[in-house]
């Protein structure tokens, strides 16, 4: 609306409630007794990253991922990997891996066999390839990390808590020379083996999955201090919930649920009916920069008190819905956005995963002259729709359906195209050109087309959300490897007619 069109009018906004002080978590299987409606949120992948092994809860419904745990049934049917070829420099993946002996067999610095123990528990045996009287180490999976789309990570446990360890790429190839884009590829590895002295280790207690990951997985996350200087990990406990993390006999929401995005609901379960709304935060009714921070807290890749990426304050708890951007970023992070290692040598385009908001508010869509957008305008958090990427509707049918529904203008694609490159063109999609797969999370969707010197660009899995179209120019950064530089859409949505050589 413009300015003129408020004159002489009375707006009636509607304003989102807000959760009391006193208010505690209840869990989700409490929210769903009212609100059965939303029981499809049960079915995205919010719901879904954390799985304890061969069983799921009353709180997950993986019936839209019936390969949800390909990778998992690999490992249940035995496993030997071999981690060689050791590189400090690397991040996670400081080892190649291999289901083979490599032939630099002196390279290889240990081994990790899965299999069923006899307890019927899934298990792995590290062993020391450089020492063969380093007695060997076992240890036990309890949990699956991911698996819905690109690839799934396995926690285990060490003393107490739980630690991830190897990363199924669905999508993976041992064809590719790229050591991340194979089935297998080795997450932290360098924890159970110390090259400075060849032996075997244990995982470090401060890089645990429940101090280092975990507050943006679990529901109503906490994470207290002991005498002895450890912590505890802490989730909304919901005896619908997936696991015990706590230890106090009562199963805990470990993955994302209704309160996370609504806020605690202990005062809203007990208003009577005509005050529950001021009770609770409903995010479609709060300021865009507001509704949009609940998802940028965990999709921006900020870091918090823990050092870590794990937004939280010093208490150790995570942002309730309904704070504005500043309180966050002053009370929630140590440091704002994603490191400058998590973009593109351009430093505009995210090329590490979870950084979707870090891409959206700094695209045209976000601020666009008519409102300021917010997520949820794009995607279902509730995943009401089988719609992929819990979004409002398809954004690859013949209609455009999603983009469309606000681009009316642009709705004849042959017309658009024509007026932006010379050309109609009638079988291309607007995200063929505007949903550039610039971030990495799996093994991503294999070799891009080949360019005239032999070499490819890798096609990557997660999509950039600024929207733009990246052009062929803004990957030509000095002491960017041919083939490393960000990917870019012309390569393959161009290259199914065009020769790319000659664009």
Request: glycine content about 8%; some cysteine.
């Amino acid at each position: 609306m413009s300015t003129a069109d408020f004159k002489g009018k009375t707006i009636k906004i509607l304003l989102s409630g807000n959760t009391p002080d006193n208010a505690v978590y209840v869990g989700t299987s409490q929210c769903l007794t009212c609100h059965a409606a939303y029981s499809t949120q049960k079915k995205t992948l919010h719901g879904l990253g954390i799985k304890v092994l061969g069983k799921q809860s009353k709180l997950q419904d993986y019936s839209r991922f019936p390969n949800f745990d390909d990778g998992l049934n690999k490992l249940i049917a035995g496993r030997k990997f071999y981690f060689f070829g050791f590189d400090k420099s690397r991040g996670f993946d400081k080892y190649l891996i291999s289901e083979k002996m490599p032939a630099a067999s002196s390279s290889v610095s240990f081994a990790a066999t899965f299999f069923k123990d006899t307890d019927g528990k899934l298990k792995f045996k590290t062993e020391n390839m450089k020492d063969p009287s380093d007695a060997p180490r076992t240890y036990a999976l309890e949990m699956t990390y991911g698996g819905g789309l690109y690839k799934q990570r396995y926690l285990y446990r060490s003393g107490q808590y739980l630690y991830p360890f190897v990363q199924f790429n669905t999508m993976g190839d041992e064809s590719y020379a790229d050591r991340a884009r194979k089935p297998w590829r080795d997450y932290h590895a360098d924890w159970l083996f110390d090259e400075a002295t060849k032996k075997l280790a244990d995982p470090p207690k401060k890089k645990s999955f429940e101090i280092d990951c975990a507050s943006c997985h679990f529901t109503g996350y906490s994470l207290t201090p002991t005498v002895a200087g450890d912590f505890v990990a802490g989730a909304v406990n919901d005896l619908n919930g997936e696991a015990d993390i706590d230890g106090d006999g009562i199963p805990n929401e470990l993955n994302i649920g209704c309160e996370v995005c609504h806020g605690p609901g202990s005062e809203h379960v007990k208003a009577p009916k005509a005050k529950k709304a001021s009770t609770i935060v409903s995010p479609r009714k709060l300021p865009p920069e507001r509704a949009s921070v609940i998802c940028e807290q965990c999709h921006t890749r900020p870091q918090g008190n823990l050092k870590n990426d794990q937004p939280v304050s010093k208490e150790n708890k995570m942002m309730p819905p309904g704070t504005s951007r500043n309180d966050f970023l002053v009370n929630f992070t140590t440091r704002e956005d994603a490191a400058q290692t998590d973009f593109w040598p351009d430093k505009l385009h995210s090329r590490s995963h979870h950084q979707q908001g870090t891409d959206f508010i700094k695209s045209k869509k976000y601020r666009n002259g008519s409102h300021i957008m917010i997520c949820t305008d794009c995607h279902d958090p509730h995943g009401i729709k089988d719609v992929k990427h819990q979004l409002r509707a398809e954004v690859r049918d013949a209609k455009n359906t999603l983009c469309t529904s606000c681009h009316k203008n642009n709705s004849d694609i042959t017309a658009h195209t024509a007026a932006k490159v010379g050309m109609g063109h009638s079988d291309i999609r607007c995200v063929d050109c505007h949903s550039a797969k610039t971030m990495l999370t799996g093994a991503g969707f294999g070799k891009g087309l080949a360019k005239k010197d032999g070499k490819n660009y890798w096609m990557n899995d997660i999509t950039s959300h600024i929207f733009d179209v990246p052009r062929k120019d803004n990957v030509g950064v000095k002491g960017v490897e041919p083939g490393r530089a960000m990917p870019i859409p012309y390569t393959n949505a161009c290259g199914k007619c065009h020769n790319v050589d000659g664009l």
